[in-house]
């Protein structure tokens, strides 16, 4: 059973930074692509950004892109989320996920069979 435990969530102001972490538990994992979503009060789950596991070939949601950035620590076997200029908007919990079914970046939340418990990011105003 792989288990992904996620941290650094915290409340920050707007224009300030977090980095959030990921951290797969359990058997041997090897997925094939990583991402990153989050979810808003009343709204539904939306794609954040997303990787190979190895790192490369990185996607973004236009709303985030050139402010987040994902990444991944192979020694450390860990994924990342930087989040730098944050705005309110950005208030939300966020969620790590990986897949071992895609070959292909995808946006889409079905498509990704592992997922951590959340960490809540609150940018004040």
């Known amino acids: 059973q792989v288990q992904l435990g996620e941290s650094g969530g915290g409340l920050v102001q707007a224009g300030g930074s977090l980095r959030l972490s990921c951290v797969p538990s359990?058997?041997?994992?090897?997925?094939?692509?990583m991402a990153w979503f989050r979810q808003a009060p009343g709204k539904e789950r939306e794609f954040v950004a997303s990787?190979?596991?190895?790192?490369?070939?990185?996607y973004y949601a236009d709303s985030v892109k050139g402010r987040f950035t994902i990444s991944r620590d192979n020694a450390k076997n860990t994924m990342y989320l930087e989040m730098n200029s944050l705005k309110p908007e950005d208030t939300a919990v966020y969620y790590c996920?990986?897949?071992?079914?895609?070959?292909?970046?995808?946006?889409?939340?079905?498509?990704?069979?592992?997922w951590g418990q959340g960490t809540q990011v609150t940018v004040s105003s």
């Open positions: 996920a990986c897949s071992t079914r895609i070959a292909i970046i995808t946006v889409r939340a079905s498509d990704y069979d592992y």
């Open positions: 359990g058997r041997f994992f090897s997925p094939s692509f």
């Open positions: 990787a190979r596991w190895s790192g490369a070939n990185t």
